[in-house]
């Protein structure tokens, strides 16, 4: 992801795309998912290390944003697993969590 993608593009565009390559390339996803971040950053330490400094010059540049947490509102719990957890997916199985009327 270079400066300028960072920089100019908006976060809804970054989203399709994300998606699109989780769904064209799902056997790369899951092994990404698998793979710890520190064990990621050991393999290409100089490749981290530029984009922490592309992070902090697309923040000094556009401001750090609302502030606002992803996971604000109540506590809901999982129809599937049964995990409580805050937000819309369950962090467990990884499916939609709906608030249960009551």
Do not use: D, W
């Not at 920089?7 to 799902?26: D, E, G, N, Q, W």
């Amino acid at each position: 992801m270079g400066l300028l993608y960072k920089l100019f593009l908006p976060k809804s565009v970054k989203r399709v795309r994300r998606k699109v390559t989780r769904i064209a390339h799902p056997v790369r996803t899951a092994k990404r998912a698998v793979t710890p971040r520190a064990v990621k950053a050991a393999m290409n330490p100089i490749g981290y290390t530029k984009g922490a400094v592309e992070n902090q010059i697309v923040r000094a540049v556009k401001g750090k944003g609302k502030g606002t947490s992803k996971r604000s509102g109540p506590t809901v719990t999982c129809q599937h697993c049964g995990t409580r957890a805050k937000g819309v997916m369950c962090p467990t199985c990884r499916r939609r969590m709906r608030p249960q009327a009551g």
